[in-house]
Nanobody, 124 residues
Framework: QVQVVESGGGLVQAGNSLKLSCLVS????????VGWFRQTPGEDREFVAA????????YYADSVKGRFTISRDNAKSTGYLQMDNLKPEDTAAYYC?????????????????WGPGTQVTVSS
């Protein structure tokens, strides 16, 4: 049973930064791809960023390119999402997901394990 727990969300003003963490347990972390998704009430879960288990391949949604950076520390079994220059439209619940043998990292349906989410609210 893979367990995923996000942390680092909060309330910030537009233009400021937050760094989210994703702690994974129950399986060798280096064997898992990691993705970040976000969701607002009434909307579908939206892809934000993803990173392969080697860390050699990353993907970003167009809306966050140049502002967000995904990374991982396999020694700490932790993934990260550095969010800079936050905008009000970034406000959402952010979810971390992990899965082995993933091929389409941009799709939420490809991930086996999900965290409970962490809220990010960006004020104007």
């Amino acid at each position: 049973q893979v367990q995923v727990v996000e942390s680092g969300g909060g309330l910030v003003q537009a233009g400021n930064s937050l760094k989210l963490s994703c702690l994974v347990s129950g399986r060798t972390f280096s064997e898992l791809s990691v993705g970040w998704f976000r969701q607002t009430p009434g909307e579908d879960r939206e892809f934000v960023a993803a990173i392969s288990f080697t860390g050699g391949t990353t993907y970003y949604a167009d809306s966050v390119k140049g502002r967000f950076t995904i990374s991982r520390d396999n020694a700490k079994s932790t993934g990260y999402l550095q969010m800079d220059n936050l905008k009000p439209e970034d406000t959402a619940a952010y979810y971390c997901a992990a899965s082995p043998a993933i091929t389409t990292m941009l799709s939420p349906y490809e991930y086996d394990s999900w965290g409970p989410g962490t809220q990010v609210t960006v004020s104007s």
